[in-house]
């Protein structure tokens, strides 16, 4: 299959300065997926003759579709269209259709067209225009040995406006565009280099068209099997094979596709089992808790949590027995599981979830270093702990405590009959 490639150009100092965040670019991305598009590179330049020049030869040599945003505003410091315009060999002269659409675009705002807003409707002779129903500056399209390049404003809304009603169909219409299919597979609990070594023969089965990403985050790892073909149904029904083929080899890390989160799966498995949940949490400081309640409908599942940071509370509030913190401290196996047993009655609930640990950078010891972080999980038959050692870094701590944390919860509901 021929692979349509392009290339976004971002244009303005702003960006390059650190003031902007490059949100066009990614927006862009995004949906020319999509639309069956691949972007093969983004380039961002200054509001710079040469360096946009530059860019554009280099995207000409590489690229099918060219998609600039930025730097067509009417005053001096913007300079695209009349780089456009050398770069394509081409007088700027008054687009008649250009201008009536701005003076109905002033019209219907009550506003007068004065001598710089009318100049917006000047275009390269040799481009075609792109309307902006949003804003002022019309964008342009330009055709060069069958490739496509179009100029939009920088202005987010503006340019999504001319990409959806424009520049999007005409590219769907003018280029053959493969389907492109993803489907997500869920995991946690296991490090990414020891996923794919468990896969490492499925993964090698994989087709051309067919390609697997490992996209993690703090424990948390999305498989997205990506593929490219020319039927969405053919596709969907050929992945959907080779998950089934996956799933099996690392079913113990596997919790969900596509837009599932752990604790929308937790909360389900709750549901399902007609479980009640409480938590008590130490070092995670209520990010679990967070976690729970950030899903709609939790309080069919959900009692409470305490939040026990200091020995007090957990002493007076959860019933932690003093000889128990004295002999093994409050980060300990011996601890954390009595946190998890205990808020259970305390908050009258089934199943009870518990954190402990040195969060970090500072308060390590040699024997309880920073990282150290006990999690437990006490049903009524029984409480089971486990110990982690995580890292340096205090909010990475506290992301991958959590996960860790639902992700017991969700291994104790599963074997629950
Ligand atoms: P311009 O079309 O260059 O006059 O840009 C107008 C405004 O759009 C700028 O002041 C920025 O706030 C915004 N803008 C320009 N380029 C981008 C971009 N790549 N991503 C997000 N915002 C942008
Ligand atoms: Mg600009």
């Not at 500056?137 to 069958?146: I, N, P, T």
């Not at 003093?322 to 401290?329: H, I, K, R, W, Y």
């Not at 946190?339 to 040699?366: F, Y």
Request: glycine share 8%.
């Amino acid at each position: 299959m021929n692979q349509i490639v392009a290339e976004i150009i971002t244009i303005g100092d702003e960006i390059l300065f650190g003031q902007t965040l490059d949100t066009n670019a990614h927006w862009m991305s995004g949906e020319l997926q999509k639309s069956g598009l691949k972007t093969g590179w983004r380039t961002t330049v200054g509001d710079n003759d040469t360096q946009i020049t530059a860019a554009l030869s280099v995207a000409e040599s590489r690229a099918d579709v060219i998609l600039i945003t930025g730097g067509l505003g009417p005053t001096k410091d913007d300079l695209t269209k009349e780089t456009l315009a050398r770069y394509f060999d081409s007088e700027i002269e008054m687009n008649q259709r250009a201008l009536a659409e701005l003076e109905d675009f002033m019209l219907r705002r009550g506003r007068k067209l004065n001598e710089s807003t009318r100049k917006q409707a000047e275009l390269p002779v040799k481009s075609e225009i792109v309307s902006n129903f949003k804003g002022t500056a019309a964008g342009m399209l330009f055709r060069k040995d069958g490739k496509v390049f179009v100029a939009m404003p920088g202005i987010p809304h503006e340019m999504k406006g001319m990409m959806t009603t424009t520049v999007l169909p005409l590219v769907k219409r003018e280029f053959q565009l493969p389907v492109i299919y993803h489907k997500i597979v869920r995991t946690a609990g296991i490090g990414e280099s020891w996923l794919a070594e468990k896969i490492v023969d499925w993964e090698n089965s994989l087709p051309d068209h067919i390609r697997l990403a490992y996209l993690p985050t703090f424990g948390d790892i999305k498989m997205r099997i990506t593929a490219y073909g020319n039927s969405k149904n053919d596709l969907q029904e050929e992945v959907a094979g080779y998950v089934q083929r996956l799933v099996p080899q690392i079913r113990e890390f596997v919790y969900g596709y596509d837009d599932d989160s752990l604790a929308e799966v937790v909360g389900r498995l709750l549901i399902e089992k007609g479980q009640k949940l409480a938590i008590a949490e130490s070092c995670s400081g209520g990010y679990v808790s967070h976690a729970i309640t950030s899903i709609p409908g939790c309080s069919a599942y959900f009692n409470g949590s305490v939040v026990a940071y200091q020995n007090e509370i957990k002493v007076d509030v959860l019933g932690i027995k003093q000889e128990t913190l004295n002999e093994f401290g409050a980060v300990s196996e011996e601890t954390v599981s009595e946190m998890a047993n205990n808020v259970r009655s305390v908050l009258n609930a089934d199943m009870g979830l518990a954190t402990s640990g040195i969060a970090g950078p500072t308060g390590g010891t040699t024997d309880k270093p920073v990282g150290l972080i006990y999690i437990a999980c006490a049903t009524d038959e029984n409480t089971i702990c486990k110990k982690l050692q995580l890292v340096q870094d205090r909010y990475v701590n506290i992301r991958l405590t959590t996960v860790a944390a639902l992700n017991l919860l969700r291994r104790r509901l599963i074997e629950k009959d």
